[in-house]
Antibody
Framework: QVLLVQSAAEVKNPGASVKVSCKAP????????MHWVRQAPGQRLEWMGW????????QYSQKFQGRVTITADTFASTVYMELTSLRSEDTAVFYC??????????WGQGTLVTVSS | QSALTQPASVSESPGQSITISCTGT?????????VSWYQQYPGKAPKVIIF???SRPSGVSNRFSGSKSGNTASLTISGLQVEDEAHYYC???????????FGGGTKLTVL
């Protein structure tokens, strides 16, 4: 398990963009893939996309394709998730999560993004 | 990619056992032994309790067990305790365009 530290909660207007960060330990940053998961209030977990900082490979869920961009800053050992064209339905907690294999043994604390005018 | 199908809610008495199902397709649950289960309390991040269908991380109670048959994975919790009351999500690798998919989640009530 590794400690993942996410950025603070944000409040955004509809149509705006939000960029959430997730800092990981430097010694594991290029070894594991980092995933982003969305959870709207009272709703299920939704997989958004992932990035493998070691190779730069990125993949997005079709649901968010075109609105989400995941990037990695190797020097800062930080992954970012930017979501554009925000609407009220995007109000949610966003988690980063990682693991050595096909499951997540480490999660960030979550970042609440509220979209409201 | 549609969510894996789980019952929305289940309930059972303390000390009893319960099984939560997670039904997918031959492209996800049926195709790979990469099903994991997560326990989530309100306001908290999920925690893995089963990975690779049947494996349990160190520190997780042996009251939790996983299995799979065809396109359906299952989580069984034996000797239910009040603290098991939480939401449970299954998660699988899939050969679809979005290579990962969660289940719809199941709220377990221990009463």
């Amino acid at each position: 398990q590794v400690l993942l530290v996410q950025s603070a909660a944000e409040v955004k207007n509809p149509g705006a963009s939000v960029k959430v960060s997730c800092k990981a330990p430097a010694n594991t940053f290029t070894i594991y893939a980092m995933h982003w998961v969305r959870q709207a209030p009272g709703q299920r977990l939704e997989w958004m996309g992932w990035i493998f900082p070691g190779t730069g490979k990125i993949q997005y869920s079709q649901k968010f394709q075109g609105r989400v961009t995941i990037t990695a800053d190797t020097f800062a050992s930080t992954v970012y998730m930017e979501l554009t064209s925000l609407r009220s339905e995007d109000t949610a907690v966003f988690y980063c999560a990682t693991g050595a294999n096909y499951y997540y043994d480490s999660w960030g604390q979550g970042t609440l993004v509220t979209v409201s005018s | 990619q549609s969510a894996l199908t789980q019952p929305a809610s289940v309930s059972e008495s303390p000390g009893q056992s319960i099984t939560i199902s997670c039904t997918g397709t031959s492209s996800d649950v049926g195709a790979y032994n990469y099903v994991s289960w997560y326990q989530q309390y309100p306001g908290k991040a999920p925690k893995v309790i089963i990975f690779d269908v049947t494996s349990r991380p160190s520190g997780v109670s042996n009251r939790f067990s996983g299995s799979k048959s065809g396109n359906t994975a299952s989580l069984t919790i034996s000797g239910l305790q009040v603290e098991d009351e939480a939401h449970y999500y299954c998660f699988s690798y899939t050969s679809s365009s979005a290579p990962w998919v969660f289940g719809g989640g199941t709220k377990l009530t221990v009463l």
